[in-house]
């Protein structure tokens, strides 16, 4: 593989490569495809400590965590049966639920990529060698390269800027939803016997939430790059049948209009397009295989992060629209904070799902421009057995690309499509309104 093609794919993920490879999660010797007997020891030295980076930040990860679960179990064992510990008991646990399902998503996430970390370089040439045949010229592609890796650096900048903006909304809310609350004030846990001053714990949240959060943003980045090589193939696969189809539609009409259609001249001008369209269709074939092949490795790849960046981003808007149907968010600034989480992780799952969407349906329309060339190829009454061949084999792989199709999935109960989407939209417009009904019924029994 030429060294330019594999720098142009490199370039579509470069910040997140850079910044996952320097907490251990990527490989420092991914890149590399041999490695010098001189630096085996650094270079087993260097994987050795990124991968304890990567341990570390992990286990870091569950320490919130398990404060937030330690919190809503100490609060539930020590409730009476009044009606206000309960409501307590309520609150806490809508208050928690939401932090400990944004560190678990962070933790299934980092874990995944970090336990297939030896699997990535596979998967980047892998998918390389389908970028590099979206290469533009020569002469264009150090602005393409350049181009990627300014659309890189700006969604790191981006999602970073996306959870801190959203952490410190968060503590903001914290400290004006308790006044007496000051940098000083060790009650951060309360009621857990565990003395945590505010200050320390803000840089404990930067460090054990916020930084894996981010982590895994980049790592989902990475999903959605890889996926969008996918759609950029299908698309200019889907381009060059389109142009096929022209050429026949251009050739078919030049015949009818000639009145020399039938000489020796216009036989061999049709069988050069068909000679043509058969050696495209063998290329089309060996396109879309490694297209599945593709997409099948990046599910293997990148299952557990679909599932868990799907289901617990839905999850944390539901359980914010909970605490606003219930009542639990009792201030202008708790609603606020509550509809600007549902609105960060609603734009989290549509930007990500609108990148896996296109690629199935980019490739569940594909037969239909195959199904079009093979009525062009197959219109000719005449049909020589050369053409007849042409024919069945585009029929065949009409049938492939209308059976096999590929598609982004977390174990297939997460699948990117758009019937999915719009059915996980009305469930939530379905799960607010029923909480809401739910709401209003106790409350007109129990007043």
Not at 222 to 228: E, I
Request: proline share 3%; hydrophobic share 45%; net charge positive.
């Amino acid at each position: 593989m030429p060294s330019n093609g594999g720098q142009s794919f490199n370039a579509i993920f470069s910040i997140q490569s850079e910044v996952l490879t320097l907490c251990g999660f990527i490989s420092p010797n991914s890149a590399a495809t041999v490695e010098l007997p001189a630096r085996s020891t650094l270079g087993c030295l260097r994987s050795t400590v990124g991968a304890a980076t990567a341990v570390l930040i992990l286990i870091s990860t569950l320490y919130p965590t398990a404060m937030s679960i330690s919190k809503i179990l100490l609060v539930l064992v020590t409730a009476n049966s009044t009606t206000e510990s309960k409501q307590f008991g309520l609150i806490e646990f809508m208050e928690q639920i939401p932090y400990i399902l944004i560190n678990l998503r962070a933790f299934v996430v980092l874990l995944e990529f970090f336990l297939k970390r030896h699997r990535w370089t596979t998967l980047s040439m892998e998918a390389s060698q389908v970028f590099c045949q979206l290469q533009p010229p020569l002469p264009y592609r150090y602005y393409a390269c350049a181009t990627a890796r300014g659309i890189s650096w700006f969604a790191f900048a981006l999602t970073a800027a996306a959870a801190v903006g959203w952490e410190s909304m968060n503590q903001i809310d914290i400290f004006v939803s308790n006044p007496n609350r000051t940098l000083l004030s060790d009650d951060v846990w309360r009621p857990l016997p565990i003395k945590v001053h505010a200050w320390q714990h803000i840089i404990h949240l930067a460090l054990f939430r916020l930084l894996p959060f981010i982590l895994s943003q980049q790592v989902y980045l990475c999903a959605m790059s890889l996926a969008r090589v996918v759609y950029l193939r299908l698309d200019q696969l889907k381009r060059s049948i389109a142009r096929e189809i022209a050429e026949h539609t251009l050739c078919a009409d030049w015949h009818w209009h000639s009145h020399w259609s039938n000489t020796l001249a216009a036989s061999n001008s049709r069988q050069i397009r068909l000679l043509a369209t058969k050696q495209s269709l063998a290329q089309w074939e060996a396109c879309h295989f490694q297209l599945l092949r593709l997409t099948d490795s990046v599910n293997r790849h990148f299952q557990w992060t679909f599932l868990a960046g799907f289901g617990i981003d839905y999850l944390t808007i539901l359980c914010m629209a909970s605490r606003m149907v219930t009542g639990t968010a009792h201030t202008v600034l708790n609603n606020v904070f509550a509809v600007g989480t549902m609105a960060l992780f609603g734009v989290y799952i549509a930007g990500s799902a609108i990148t896996f969407i296109r690629v199935h349906d980019t490739s569940s329309q594909l037969f239909k421009p195959v199904g079009e060339l093979s009525t062009a190829v197959g219109h000719h009454n005449d049909k020589d057995e050369e053409q007849r061949r042409l024919w069945v084999g585009l029929g065949r792989f009409e049938r492939i690309c209308l059976t096999n199709i590929c598609y982004c999935h977390g174990f297939k109960l997460v699948v990117y499509t758009r019937n999915f989407l719009v059915q996980a939209l009305i469930s939530t417009v379905s799960f607010v309104i029923l909480a809401k009904n739910v709401l209003h019924k106790n409350l007109s029994s129990n007043p």
